[in-house]
């Protein structure tokens, strides 16, 4: 059973910065990708960075620019930095990772438990 532990999170006023870190365990397989979504009240979950393997990256347009996803040599490990904050960002962030079932075939998300991320205004 994989298990994601994030760390970070918090409160911050608008245009400062925070860090979030995940951590992840128990994996068999390597992991095939490892992302950030996020889920403000009343809205659905949406990608805010993912980084796949060999470091492809993609975000949303929402965060280009503000924020960089970075994954850890061992590749269990994933970090997103966050700066320019604003309110917009407030949201329960969820660490994702992407495990294969078996070796090149197809894959399970894993999640964290999430943490809060406020921006004041």
């Known amino acids: 059973q994989v298990q994601l532990v994030e760390s970070g999170g918090g409160l911050v006023q608008a245009g400062g910065s925070l860090r979030l870190s995940c951590a992840a365990s128990?994996?068999?397989?390597?992991?095939?990708?490892m992302g950030w979504f996020r889920q403000a009240p009343g809205q659905q979950r949406e990608l805010v960075a993912a980084?796949?393997?060999?470091?492809?990256?993609t975000y949303a347009d929402s965060v280009k620019g503000r924020f960089t996803i970075s994954r850890g040599s061992a590749k269990n490990t994933v970090d997103l930095q966050m700066n320019s904050l604003k309110p917009e960002d407030t949201a329960v962030y969820y660490c994702?990772?992407?495990?294969?079932?078996?070796?090149?075939?197809?894959?399970?998300?894993?999640w964290g438990q999430g943490t809060q991320v406020t921006v004041s205004s």
């Open positions: 994702n990772a992407k495990v294969p079932v078996v070796p090149g075939g197809s894959q399970y998300d894993y």
């Open positions: 128990g994996s068999r397989f390597s992991i095939n990708a």
């Open positions: 980084i796949v393997g060999g470091g492809i990256v």
